[in-house]
């Protein structure tokens, strides 16, 4: 919570983590969650759900994915909050920190 505090304060007083609802979850590589590697992809998904991934490793094997809040997300990637006007169906992707993001339309791969 303290990395969490410290984006609120800002000299103009407008918060980087207010950029998403406080209460808005997402699915979430633990990797990511942990500050250990970056987000390099953010989708929102026709659903209207969020899903945060690093990029790398599967986020589909048990385990690697969690639901966490947005924020948390913020937090360790604070250009994640730019794209909190994505809109549904679409995704970003980055190369690593620092890098532009790229977003594009996105929907998942048909496994039929």
């Known amino acids: ?7 609120r304060g800002t000299s103009r007083g407008f918060s980087l ?6 209460t808005l979850g997402a699915v979430v590589q633990r ?10 992809l953010v989708v929102h998904n026709s ?3 969020w899903c945060v991934g690093d990029g790398v490793n599967d986020p589909n094997v048990p385990g690697a994915s969690v639901v966490a809040h947005m924020t948390l997300v913020v937090a360790w990637n604070s250009s994640v909050s730019e794209l909190a006007s994505l809109p549904p169906g679409w995704a970003a992707t980055r190369d690593g920190p620092g890098e532009s993001w790229e977003r594009f339309p996105h929907q998942y791969p048909d496994l039929h």
Do not use: H
């Open 31 to 40: 990797t990511v969650l942990s500050g250990d590697l970056p987000a390099r």
């Open 47 to 49: 659903g209207n759900d």
């Open 17 to 22: 983590v207010a950029a998403f609802p406080e």
């Open 1 to 7: 919570m303290r990395a969490i505090k410290r984006l």
